[in-house]
Each structure stands twice: as structure tokens, then as C-alpha cells.
């Protein structure tokens, strides 16, 4: 059978020289010498992913039918860039707010407004950093090695010290007076971190945080979801012996951390693969993982609410095209090397993305779903943080934090 294909093959490949011309052209395309692709200088080595089933996640997804997400209103518009995680102090002030040019401001009330409270690298400066509003566009991206890029940030409630993920600068730990934040974490078996992307404190001290990948930066996370690479690791950092261990590794777009209220296990999200995980850290299961939920779309950061239940922030969502090329990673090592840019490759697999946030339990049972089809709230989402009978949500791209009064009544 095998034999009879390729001598048809060869007999059309010598009837029709076209074909042999096209063939060559797009050999020579694929190849992509001069890297003109989108991947294009990048060692690109598509890998098939452990994603639930499209069709069965989609199916049984408890969908928003009302866009509810949209009755959310944009607060601190153009005055906050790219605010991807919010936190509050033991004294309810903030929010505070990772930013994109590397900075962690907080709010200090409407007279005072926004203030700088730590930065994470002595060489950030206000002339190399600062470049409000475009602090969200590309032109920042070479500047976030040098400025920072916090994008976890958690408060140990015991002592009033801030403590940050940092996508270039690993763990840092700041304290309640703010200023330079020092290095905790900066390699974890030999390993550069080299994307740290979250973090949550257990009681007894540890820091359990999130390396996203050991082969892309955060300027290259398209490149990690494209290839469904999984070199991602979850961490602990002990603060007594002021070492980093592995807990995890093998993991695809590790990204959001939160422990339990019983701290007897963590969630942690997988982004490229869309669900939620759960890390037994006491009982029978202790050192095992599970999957929790399957998600529509690719989920950012969780965090805990008063009650103990998650928020988890959704962009969304899956597609079927996107589908087909899970399943085969030389169809994607194909069309991503097409000399084409990434936003019309993208454009052309149907990608059009929307926010979605969701409640779950522990047991990774749907408590509710908000979305926002229309995109009125935001785009992109990346956290959602429950405090003062309000939702605070998050974005890694745009100049807002979107809030929405909650449990929302008679909607
Ligand atoms: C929307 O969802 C509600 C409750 O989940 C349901 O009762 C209603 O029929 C749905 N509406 C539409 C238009 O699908
Ligand atoms: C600051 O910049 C200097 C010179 O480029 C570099 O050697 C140093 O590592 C940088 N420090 C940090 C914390 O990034
Ligand atoms: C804290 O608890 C975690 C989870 O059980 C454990 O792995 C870690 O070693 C503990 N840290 C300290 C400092 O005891």
C-alpha cells in the first residue's frame, strides 16, 4: 500500500513539472531562510498537547447567555498600564498593581492617587521605562528585561512583606515600606527561572510559585502556546533555608498559584492545555496531581475568595481550528513558518478573543461563569480578585482595572 502511494506520488511529480516547481516553493517557504515567519529565528518544535476534548469541554460548559462581565465598569482608565495582578494590605489599602513598565504602584485614595510603592530592578528609571500609555504596546517589550515585569504579587499577612513573581526577575520579597525588592529566587535546580509568572504563601512560610517556561521569555509566551512545549515547573521557595526546590516540572504554561484555605492541597493553571490542576499537599494524595476542570479557554490567574472558593480569569476561547492543530504539530510547524504575520495567521484559525471569568470549588465544581462576548469590560483578563464586596480584574494588556459589584443582584 505503502509503496503503491509513492510510485503515484512520483509518477505525478514527473508528468507535472508545476508541481515539482510548487513543491520546491514551498520546501523553500517552510524552511524559511531568510526567518521571515513568525517564528522565524526561533528554534520552533510544535509538540502535541494532554487537552480534554474539544467538543466534550465545550458541550458541557455552563455558558453565560447574557454577557453579564459587561455590566462591569473600566475604573483608572489610562492611568494604570497592563495591571495583571491586584492585591490589598493588611490595612485594606490599594489596590496594588504589577504594572507593565515594571513598576508596583498603589492607590492611595483620590487625593493622593496612584503611588509608587517597589520596583525590582536597581536600573529601572523613569526616562528608560516610563512610557504610560505605550507601556502596553510592543515598544515596551524590550525594555521589561531591564525594567521588570511583576506579574504575581501576594502579601504575607504575618509581617506586612510584599512578595512578587517577576517574569525576568524571578521571586523578590519587598517590605511594607516599599522601595527596591530584593532577590529571593533566581535559579531552581541549575536552571535559570526564566518566566516567573505567580505565586501564593503558604502558613508555614514557603512560597510555592510558578517558572512558566524553560525555553521562552515572556516577550516569546506566544511561541510557548504555539508549540505546547511543556518545560514549565511549579517551585517552593523556603524562606529558613532560603533554598528553591522543584515540586513539579514537565508542565504546559504553568501560570496562576493559589493554596487552599485549609492549605491542604494548590490549584495551579495550565494555560496551553486549558484547565485547572490541583497539588495534594496533605492526606493520602499528598505529592499527587489531578485535573480539577477543563475550561473553554486559556486560563491566567486564581485566586481565592473569602469562603475559600477560586475566581479564575479565562481569556477565551478554544476553536476547532485550533483543535486540528493540537492533534498535529507538523501542521503547525507548517503554517507558522508561512511568511506571513502572526496576527493574519492568527486572524486566519479563527482566533477572536473575549473575556470570561468563572467560580469554582475545590472539587473543580462551576459555581458560576461571567462573560463578556462583546468585549465591553475587557479583552484580556488576568485576574480576578475578590475584595470589598467588589470583583477587581486584571489585565496583562490593557490601561484599566475592571470592577463589578458582586453577587450581582437581580441580573
Ligand atoms: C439563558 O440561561 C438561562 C439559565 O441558564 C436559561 O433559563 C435561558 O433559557 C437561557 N436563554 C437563552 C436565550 O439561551
Ligand atoms: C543593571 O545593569 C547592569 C549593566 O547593564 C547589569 O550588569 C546588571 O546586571 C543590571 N542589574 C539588574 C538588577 O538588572
Ligand atoms: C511548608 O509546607 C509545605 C507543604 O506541606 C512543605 O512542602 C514545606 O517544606 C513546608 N515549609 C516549611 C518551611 O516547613
Redo the contacts with the bound molecule.
Sequence with gaps: MEKRILQIRDGILFQHPYVVVFVLAMSFIVMDPFELSPVGGHDFRPVKNEIAPYQQVMDSWPWDNRSRLGLGSLEFKDEIFGPESLEFDSWGRGPYAGLADGRIVRWMGNDAGWETFAL????WSEKLCAQTKDSTTKKQWKLE??CGRPLGLRFDRKNGNLYIADA??GLLVVGPEGGLAT?LATHADGKPILFANDLDIHHNGSIFFTDTSNRYNRVDHFFILLEGEATGRLLRYDPPTKTTHVVLNGLAFPNGVQLSKDQSFLLYTETTNCRIMKYFLKGPKSGTTETVANLPGFPDNIRITEKGDFWVAIDCCRTTTQEVFIHNPWLRSVYFRLPIPMRYLARMVGMRMYTMISLFNGDGEILDVLDDKKGVVMKLVSEVKEANGKLWIGTVAHNHIATLPYPLENH
Design positions: 525590582v530592578s536597581c536600573n528585561s531591564k525576568y526577575y532577590p
